[in-house]
């Protein structure tokens, strides 16, 4: 399964901390991105069942130009609390929006159903997300079965049971002129996961322990499966770089990383997944002038980051296998 060239485990580009935190039990937890102050975001949201918070501040005409952090959680809709342990944690330290009273920090948070990895009743809370930020670091992050990975699966056409342990992954390459684009994936697909040469390195496995391809099995199920026994899902990705987009930019470079989800994952975008794409772009220097510079500079980090994206969905399945 090799990848394309230039993709690796370099570091995230300068200013970005990733840290994870999870529950006691340590079958569920929490994800965050802390972004350099000044940051700019945007997000493409392409499954049928996501679960979020405070994902307006991204849209295109949202005053605020990015995040703070980005969050990425299980526990499903009750995961959203552990966002409210992030923005204390911001606030804390005067990381946030400015307002007249003081700063407020701008956390858009994305969940994954976990909820049947173990005790649905232990998810995470403020407590894991503050845990979280207070474990955040540069360089490469931790993967595998941390953070908001710890109780995902992947392939789970025929029940958890029968479905690929998962966790998080990250990939990054390195563009001419220096520029990083990098990703954080939490890979917790309904469909299987594909290398890059399309076969299934994490799906349904049958009774013998062998993989399966979903696109397969699902041809063969002529009645709707008892919807509980096999989870809701979704891939969340976080695209880092330090190239000089702006807030649009960011947008149409979420919607071009989508394209990694659909490269890795397969099915991907159901109506039982919640996928999302967040790009957070910290790049200082002043933006080329509107004309095919600029077009020319999203497609490039947009191809990037759809490739990191791939990249960093397999690897939340390898990284997860490696740790058993």
Request: aromatic letters at 4%; hydrophobic letters at 45%; one cysteine or more.
């Amino acid at each position: 399964m090799a990848e394309p060239a230039g993709v690796s485990d370099l570091p995230l580009p300068a200013g970005f901390l990733v840290g994870h935190a999870t529950t006691a039990r340590g079958d569920s937890g929490c994800t965050v991105v802390i972004c350099p102050p000044g940051a700019r975001g945007g997000v493409d949201v392409r499954g049928g069942g996501t679960g979020t918070r405070e994902l307006e501040p991204l849209a295109p005409l949202a005053n605020a130009e990015g995040p703070t952090a980005v969050l990425m959680t299980g526990g499903s809709a009750f995961g959203l609390g552990a966002a409210d342990g992030v923005v204390g944690w911001l606030e804390q330290r005067g990381l946030g929006r400015w307002t007249p009273i003081g700063v407020v920090p701008l956390v858009p948070t994305a969940v994954v159903f976990d909820l049947t990895a173990g005790d649905p009743l232990a998810r995470p809370g403020p407590v894991q997300g503050h845990a979280a930020c207070e474990a955040a670091r540069p360089g490469v992050p931790d993967r595998g079965r941390v953070g908001a990975g710890s109780g995902t699966a992947v392939g789970k056409v025929l029940g958890r049971e029968h479905a690929t342990a998962s966790g998080v992954g990250y990939a990054a390459q390195l563009l001419a002129g220096g520029v990083t684009v990098a990703a954080v994936a939490v890979a917790n697909a309904f469909g299987d996961v594909l290398g890059a040469d399309g076969s299934v390195i994490g799906g349904p496995l049958d009774d013998h322990g062998s993989l399966m391809r979903s696109a397969e099995v699902l041809t063969q199920i002529s009645d709707p499966p008892d919807l509980a026994g096999h989870d809701q899902s979704t891939t969340l990705v976080c695209v880092c770089t330090d190239a000089p987009l702006d807030k649009r930019g960011c947008g149409i470079v979420a919607r071009i990383a989508a394209a990694g989800i659909a490269r890795a994952v397969d099915p991907a975008f159901t109506p039982i997944d919640g996928d999302v794409a967040f790009c957070v772009a910290s790049g200082t220097a002043p933006p080329p002038e509107p004309g095919f510079a600029v077009s020319w500079l999203l497609t490039l980090v947009g191809s990037a980051a759809a490739t990191v994206t791939a990249a960093a969905i397999r690897d939340a399945v390898v990284q997860s296998a490696a740790g058993e």
